[in-house]
């Protein structure tokens, strides 16, 4: 069955193109105009109950004045698309109005959640008596778990006694990695500073090498490190770090190894590889276009995740109870209550098998080669780096016509950088198009272009490019 | 206008309580026959695309099989209810399937996020230049980060150095606190020890000699004491402690007070007490029946959260975007992604206006002290305690038959442990109303009934007694 937009729906390309271009991606207003109150729309909250019909004008106000993420031509984040399977299943999660902690108030999303994990668990590649997990809010919270249970390994006191039971930590990720990892070193007590940085090469992949001899350095520091993540799809590049040689770099030294991973598709999933992974960090929420939010962190020893939260709070999980409470979850949770996050996946992987999550994974990679296509062989556009898109991240600058003579340098660097916010800034005022831009190393504000919506066609990438051309042909 | 459930709306209260008798408040099943398919219901993830009739039908299983945490006789835990405008609000949150990280892909809920924090400042008493916050998956989330931010003001090297900057801490919760304090003292890397467990008087409230001696007795075992939390409605007796006080030994002794907690109506906020508070927690899913999950920590110093976990990932949140970036969130999140909280409670209080949500509680506060009237003359039931209600919870024991002529002891209290599990097993299977139990310090199982959801009446509360009574009548 087909869960695409609406939109998409159109059998003839030229009223899609004509209906596109009358929808807009944002109908954007700076926060203090939308804080004085636009054509009447105020945010204050009153003393006293509003109509009925005011309530509608609200709701229709926060939509018009909201970002279309849904929009085919939203290439801003990686959660993006629409999902109408989805979206039903949210729905009926939020009529349901429960919670995760406990077989007794979520019997069937209970579950749910043990058949999806897996599921997770054996296209990751473990086996059927390995592997644990649960749903949490967000990918860094994710992550965040990964070094929580990694660490509650190295040293099980440090539950009840904290940091001071063990020696400094030191874990490792590379500079391209996402910045969860230092921010959940800061949360966990272990501090940003015992996160060691690796170096990546041009293509944003950690280099084993550079990963072995921080290894051991920190241990020449007097510091333990136990624990590797490894990113397959990072944040800006896409890049795939090297897992084999990550993973015996980890089982040489013996440490933790995470995997970061953003594609969702079995070709990705290199059993050999993952089969050694610790825990991996999956986000339905990005290439299989789940509604926000999605995730879930996979631990491969069973029990861990529930050793290293559990503090057996009698008083809500009662262990007499008529059925078998082992089904209870909310010992390997960090959090007490728990979104349920799981109905809307399980629907749509009742709509769409497997196989329609793979063509639709599949759909986003063709998107990604078409614009690296496009972009190589048009001069007004230069790529970030030149080999073929790994996933559905494509990076490039656009070179205006004021700044094609000059030679590279620092001129013309300080220049380009200017370049991308000035059209990213007319696109918002426009509406027409969304797609994000940031610096990276050494390199100045280039555009990041990220595919996860299967409502996009190539027609709204030739006019992606075409806009960028229009709204910078005069910088 | 009303925002009540379709039960309510039936004027003929006999055909109220008809309806009522005829629809479950869940229809259960243990996880092994849930598993093997009950009626053609299967969880199996398929390789391809169901039909769109198959998935309406496991939509109609799983809500059949679920809990109707919305169903009036629903007493199990304090989010119940189902609020029509918050259900709205869920939807079109979505439908907009969008993320809190910047004001870019958020517009409207970051600056409803910015509304809501100023009303609730307000409420707790804080000043217009005080006050700062974040919505946050759950309450226990909430209080993390009270804990959180209270560390790095302490020592803000924390965040780079890690616990090895700071001697060992320790910080002050009752013993009929919730369990998160604890929880997150593990996932901080304080370690569950450094959580001092204060005493509490026969009510469940903190005895403040006891906060002080405790304090005293960290200090001279060389602990630094930094943190204390107080609990404003606990979650088994509905306690609140005796906030001045300890707002007086918090100054003392120059230590963070967190206050967790529970009534949302203004008369529960003392302001001369709430304005000392450093940090409170505040869960709109529970007594304000938003839909799960709506939870949120108040800072009262501007600028900390930020300060405490801004990375700067310029990557992620550009800082030469075409508005002005102080809207953009994102760093000031232990998450990156954060999910749409803030527009179902928006909704819900432009539907209903304070004054609503004030009669709404207040009507909870009446169904608990009108159960309190009835066990108190009902000699099949004793009253866990003999002060009447502070807030919506009630606990209770009932004595079964064979148990009335027992003098007090360890043979009846072993035997009366066993009666409320084997009534809510029974409860559970009759499927006819819910409510939870649990045993407590040195008392055994007892039922503790809570009320949030605002279409209980009376009568409900007459039926869960009579169903008890009958349930147990042969124990």
Chains 1, 2 share one sequence.
């Not at 020696?167 to 921010?183: D, G, R």
Request: hydrophobic share 40%; aromatic share 10%; charged share 20%.
């Amino acid at each position: 069955m087909s869960t695409r937009t609406p939109l998409l729906v159109l059998g003839n390309i030229s009223t899609r193109s004509k209906i596109l271009c009358l929808s807009k991606v944002l109908d954007f207003h700076h926060p203090h105009q939308l804080k004085d109150g636009l054509e009447g729309f105020s945010l204050d909250l009153p003393e006293h109950a509003e109509t009925l019909e005011q309530i509608l004008v609200d709701c229709r106000d926060t939509l018009k004045y909201g970002v279309s993420t849904g929009h085919p031509r939203f290439f801003n984040q990686l959660s993006s698309g629409l999902d109408v399977i989805g979206v039903a299943g949210e729905w009926l999660t939020s009529t349901a109005n429960t919670n995760m902690f406990t077989y007794e108030v979520s019997p069937v999303f209970i579950l749910m959640e043990e058949v999806l994990l897996k599921k997770m668990q054996s296209i990751v590649g473990w086996s059927e008596d390995e592997g644990d997990g649960i749903f949490c809010p967000g990918g860094t919270i994710s992550n965040l778990y990964s070094i929580l249970v990694a660490r509650y390994r190295v040293c099980p006191e440090v539950k009840t006694k904290g940091m001071g039971a063990l020696p400094p930590l030191a874990l490792f990720t590379s500079e391209h990695s996402h910045y969860s990892v230092k921010k959940s070193a800061a949360v966990l007590g272990l501090g940003s500073e015992s996160v060691m940085v690796v170096t990546c090469d041009e293509r944003g992949k950690m280099i084993p090498a550079e990963l072995e001899s921080s290894i051991l350095a920190a241990k020449s520091k007097g510091l333990l490190p136990f624990y590797v993540n490894a990113t397959a799809g990072t944040t800006v590049y896409g890049a795939f770090d090297p897992l084999a040689a990550i993973a015996d770099i980890c089982h040489t030294h013996r440490l933790w190894m995470h995997v970061d991973v953003r594609p969702e598709q079995p070709k990705h999933f290199d059993h050999l590889i993952y089969v050694i992974a610790c825990s991996v960090t999956w986000n339905p929420h990005k290439m299989m276009c789940v509604p926000l939010q999605c995730s879930v962190i996979l631990v491969k020893k069973p029990g861990l995740l529930q050793e290293c939260n559990k503090l057996g709070a009698e008083y809500l999980f009662q262990t007499d109870k008529p059925y078998d409470v082992n089904y209870d979850t909310g010992d390997k949770s960090i959090q007490c209550g728990r979104h349920v996050d799981v109905f809307k996946l399980w629907l749509m992987w009742k709509a769409k098998g497997s196989d329609g999550f793979g063509s639709q994974v599949n759909k986003c990679l063709e998107n990604a080669e078409y614009l690296y296509d496009q972009l190589k062989r048009n001069s007004d556009f230069q790529l970030v780096f030149k080999h073929k898109p790994e996933h559905s991240n494509v990076c490039f600058w656009y070179i205006p016509p004021s700044l094609r003579a000059l030679q590279p340098g620092p001129d013309r660097d300080r220049r380009l950088h200017e370049v991308a916010p000035q059209i990213k800034g007319r696109m918002m005022e426009k509406g027409s198009v969304l797609i994000g831009y940031q610096p990276f190393g050494d390199k100045v504000n280039f555009f990041r272009c990220v595919f996860s919506n299967p409502a996009t066609q190539p027609e709204d990438i030739d006019f992606l490019l075409n806009e960028i051309i229009t709204l910078g042909a005069d910088l």
